[in-house]
């Protein structure tokens, strides 16, 4: 992780680069909303990502790295598919990140360019480790909860089967490694007071 704001005496200032990960299931996009209120811009990811299967350029990228099974008729991409072949093939995820991870951070500058006046920014992503953001931002906070907890939570909400789940969680650390590495964790039990957490952490990084 970078230690300061700049690379150069000359660099212009700019906000702190703050990543905001955790486990499947542990809660982030909770705790990314109490960063929200406390008027921090907070770029996800995910949902970025995601704008990338209405891009015709991308859609053609696609289907040369997985074949035209995973391009529907109606020319739109069958993410369910593409999600079969990658969590069951570890070098297949590694090029459709490949594809997809340079591009997201591109879109985080220009996300970053925007809010130049805030103090730092929220870059959340659930494999910040995985594919080494932790070396392009300047802190890291993960927000922890313990597996058995988020396995009961993802198969309440996504009525998927803890083997599915077992899969996609193979494919990153271990929450208990991501807040290890981390700079700031934050326990998002139940009955926890994740405000007064995420208020402590804001401090914090306002020191920074």
């Not at 959340?124 to 932790?134: C, L, Q």
């Given at each position: 992780m970078s230690s300061s704001k700049t690379n150069s005496p000359a660099a212009t200032v700019r906000p702190l680069y703050v990543a905001l990960t955790g486990g499947i299931g542990c809660g982030k996009t909770t705790v990314l909303q109490q960063?929200?209120?406390l008027e921090i811009p907070c770029f996800i990811a995910d949902q970025v990502a995601g704008a990338y299967y209405s891009d015709p350029a991308f859609l053609d990228q696609i289907r040369t790295l997985f074949g035209p099974a995973v391009i529907q008729p109606d020319g739109t991409?069958?993410?369910?598919?593409i999600?079969?072949?990658v969590f069951a093939d570890p070098q297949a995820l590694q090029r459709l990140n490949q594809l997809v991870h340079p591009r997201v951070w591109d879109d985080f500058l220009q996300f970053a360019q925007k809010h130049a006046d805030a103090p730092y920014l929220i870059f959340?992503?659930?494999?910040?480790?995985?594919?080494?953001?932790?070396r392009l931002v300047d802190k890291v906070i993960c927000?922890?909860?313990?597996?058995?907890e988020r396995m009961r939570r993802l198969v309440e909400r996504d009525h998927t089967t803890p083997q599915q789940l077992q899969a996609r969680m193979a494919n990153q650390l271990t929450a208990e490694e991501k807040m290890r590495r981390a700079d700031y964790v934050i326990l998002n039990y139940e009955g926890n007071p994740r405000a007064r957490q995420v208020q402590h952490v804001h401090n914090l990084l306002l020191k920074e």
């Open positions: 960063f929200r209120a991409a069958d993410k369910a598919a999600a079969r072949i959340e992503s659930a494999i910040v480790y995985e594919y080494a953001f932790d927000v922890y909860l313990d597996l058995a």
